[in-house]
């Protein structure tokens, strides 16, 4: 810990303890695990997903799962109602957000959330309805199986 070593950060040479330098692992799902002071410049980015939607009742299901990040893309599809929903068994972060962007087919379809979305005062639930319409979600949860939303609508 009290160790003084040379520490070269963005060419200048500084003084540091063994205490005060990060170490990284990788546990065993993949993830990094960061120990210490860290400092990131530059960017971190990850591609958006897009989650699989699959058939059902008179409708889709487009199914978001949390441990694959926090950017997803959904093209929602035509003429019928497209559930959104979570997999809430996927390991969401408590604090973890989730930024959705929705875009509207060119025959318009509608919209249903799953029963742990919540909204302020349970509105405002619903899309834009222009073709190739984009509205924005945020979703936030701060128990990992109830997410609490807001959107922007209408960049089109």
Do not use: C, M
Not at 32 to 58: D, H, Q, R
Not at 93 to 105: F, S, Y
Not at 129 to 144: H, V
């Amino acid at each position: 810990g009290a160790e003084i070593l040379a520490d070269v950060q963005g060419g200048t040479t500084k003084r540091t303890t063994i205490s005060d330098i990060a170490t990284f692992t990788k546990n065993s799902s993949g993830n990094l695990n960061v120990t210490g002071s860290t400092v990131l410049s530059g960017s971190v980015s990850s591609p958006p997903n897009s989650p699989p939607k699959a058939p059902a009742g008179g409708g889709w299901t487009h199914t978001i799962t949390p441990s694959q990040g926090n950017y997803f893309e959904i093209t929602l599809v035509s003429s019928v109602v497209n559930t959104i929903a979570i997999d809430t068994s996927s390991a969401a972060i408590p604090g973890q957000t989730i930024n959705l962007k929705l875009t509207q087919a060119s025959s318009p379809g509608t919209i249903s959330w799953s029963s742990y979305i919540k909204f302020a005062d349970g509105s405002d639930t619903t899309v834009s309805t222009g073709a190739n319409d984009i509205d924005i979600f945020s979703l936030i949860t701060y128990d990992g199986s109830t997410f609490f939303a807001n959107g922007l609508k209408n960049f089109s």
